[in-house]
């Protein structure tokens, strides 16, 4: 995906107000990416994800994912929101091979791609439990299974793990990181979690305060050098300086 020169206004419900929640974005995502977006609360990185996803239509700027515009919705860009968007009248298998039914898949075809998914996010026993009945960490793999199954060729995460607790976090960023290892996925995730950044990406872009703008790009490695655990990397002298690099950049973009 590359975006150039990106900006978007919001115009005020009275029209004589204008929000400029981002401003000159420009971005190069490659295949198999893991970009990780931080930044503070207001800074526009939703608005950029619901962009790049087709939900909403820059106001200046271009986006394109390999060599076409961006202009809607569209199966190869997959999203995952913080609260899991499930169907509460169907099952689990029913959710997740929602996407392949409606696209008119062979129904062979979407059958097994449904039970793969549900596999690889651990739920295959789960599969004619309806939403309710599940955890919110297991309500959130249905959605990741969900947007996978139409296999996309890039995956956008918008906070998925927010609202669990810490236990069932670390549960999801080590399946996330498995199934990016395993697909070869492109994945944009957003987060406020410097840490959740620096062991699931293989980039991190920090946005400054509205209007958005990235202000610090880098290329990391602890995902990729992690097995089983983030803890494997997570005390390297590099990750603690990167840490507290970070850190330090959001705090003074904070007072700017």
């Known amino acids: 995906m590359t975006i150039r020169d990106l900006s978007l206004r919001y115009e005020g419900t009275d029209h004589s107000r204008e929000t400029l ?22 800074c526009g990185k939703s608005t950029l ?15 394109e994912m390999l060599g076409e515009p961006v202009t809607g919705v569209d199966w190869k860009r997959a999203v995952v929101f ?21 696209r008119g898949i062979d129904k062979k075809e979407a059958e097994d791609r449904a039970k793969t998914y549900l596999n690889l996010v651990g739920l295959a026993d789960f599969a004619h439990a309806r939403p ?12 990741l299974a969900r947007a996978l199954v139409n296999d996309p060729k890039m995956l956008l995460m918008d906070e998925p793990f927010g609202a669990l607790d810490a236990f069932t976090r670390n549960t999801m960023q080590d399946l996330i990181r498995k199934i990016w290892k395993e697909t070869k996925k492109t994945v944009f995730l957003i987060t406020h979690d410097v840490d959740e950044a620096l062991t699931l990406g293989t ?29 494997d990397a997570r005390y390297s002298p590099e990750y603690i300086h990167l ?3 970070i850190l330090q950049l ?5 007072k700017g």
Do not use: H
């Open 21 to 42: 929640a981002l401003s000159g974005v420009n971005l190069d995502i490659m295949e198999g990416d893991f970009v990780c977006v931080l930044g503070p609360s207001g």
């Open 243 to 245: 840490r507290k690099e």
């Open 132 to 143: 309710y009945e599940l955890s919110g960490g297991m309500r959130q793999r249905v959605a």
């Open 203 to 231: 980039r991190i872009i920090a946005m400054s305060p509205r209007p958005g703008r990235i202000i610090k790009e880098a290329e990391i490695g602890f995902t990729l050098q992690m097995e089983d655990s983030q803890e």
């Open 49 to 63: 994800l619901n962009i790049m996803a087709g939900l909403l239509q820059a106001t200046e700027g271009t986006i």
């Open 82 to 102: 913080q609260t899991p968007t499930l169907y509460p009248w169907l099952d689990v298998y029913k959710n997740v091979a929602f996407g392949p039914d409606v």
């Open 250 to 254: 959001m705090a003074e973009g904070q």
